[in-house]
């Protein structure tokens, strides 16, 4: 029986488009969203960011010098937060009816700029007894130790928990921990998944 259910976050409940931000840094800098893709990417400069080994100011910082701009904080945390478009993939109502019978996480790659709008932004994620995020416990999926957190925060057995995620290896670091994990692909898909494990939200 499934106690907990476990949802990421980008492209799973909330979508997003990186070409939004490109877009909007291409105009500032002049630079190609590839070669700005380029940039980012080097020395895994995100990454180190959403496994919270870089401070905000750093990070904001350290992407106008790469891109060669002047940037004040709030101006690039709006151009960062961009990327997210306003409509939820799964209804709101789903996540809190779910809420009613079942514990639920959330478990994120993200980062400290992006959460901080998301959570003032989107009332879904109210719903949500726990928030496991990268950029606070220093972890990032596929590797275990986030996962775990997952585990600790629902408060039961790994094959007590559903999660979905929209990344193959991500399902798949889950499915190595025991959890019930299946790729997101749609709502209807979801939604037909948790009716058949037993979970409800009327």
Not at 29 to 45: F, V
Not at 52 to 81: K, M, P
Not at 89 to 101: D, F, M, S, Y
Not at 162 to 178: C, E, L, P, R, S
């Amino acid at each position: 029986m499934i106690k907990t259910v476990i949802f990421d976050l980008g492209r799973v409940l909330i979508p997003f488009d990186f070409m939004r931000g490109y877009q909007q840094m291409q105009a500032l800098s002049g630079l190609t969203p590839d070669e700005i893709r380029a940039r980012l990417s080097a020395d895994r400069l995100v990454h180190r960011f959403e496994s919270g080994h870089i401070e905000n100011h750093d990070f904001v910082a350290e992407v106008a010098s790469r891109l060669g701009v002047q940037l004040d904080y709030e101006s690039f945390t709006e151009i960062w937060s961009s990327i997210f478009l306003p409509e939820t993939l799964i209804p709101e109502a789903v996540v809190a009816g779910i809420r009613r019978n079942h514990r639920t996480v959330l478990l994120s790659n993200t980062n400290g700029i992006h959460f901080t709008m998301l959570d003032a932004r989107y009332p879904i994620l109210s719903h949500f007894d726990a928030r496991i995020l990268s950029y606070v416990v220093k972890a990032m999926k596929p590797e275990p130790s986030i996962y775990q957190a997952a585990i600790d925060a629902a408060g039961c057995s790994p094959h007590e928990c559903f999660f979905t995620d929209d990344i193959a290896a991500y399902v798949d670091g889950a499915k190595a921990m025991g959890i019930d994990a299946v790729q997101f692909e749609s709502a209807d898909q979801i939604l037909r998944e948790l009716a058949a494990r037993g979970v409800r939200w009327d």
